[in-house]
């Protein structure tokens, strides 16, 4: 019986410190939301015309990269298949 009591007393404990912890991060969420940080985060729509640079930039570097490199990763292709051809 004193066990049961005991047990249930640890589970009242666990319980109540679950509410309280909810409790808090409900505070502070709710801070959070009203802050002007959040506002303003929120309400971002985005740089459009910088994302289109950085994805023209970025495809310029690769196609740039690639002229470059495409003969010699060619080469490093061919001599590794040809290195396990000859293994067989």
Do not use: C, Y
Not at 23 to 35: E, G, P, T
Not at 50 to 76: D, E, H, N
């Amino acid at each position: 019986m004193q066990k049961q009591l005991m047990g249930q007393r640890a589970s009242e404990h666990v319980l109540a410190k679950q509410l309280w912890l909810q409790d808090r991060i409900h505070a502070v969420s709710q801070s959070l939301r009203s802050s002007a940080l959040f506002k303003s985060v929120r309400d971002e729509r985005g740089d459009v015309p910088g994302w289109v640079l950085v994805v023209l930039m970025t495809t310029g570097l690769v196609t740039a990269i690639w002229t470059i490199a495409a003969p010699r990763l060619s080469a490093i292709l061919k001599n590794s298949l040809d290195a396990m051809n000859g293994i067989r």
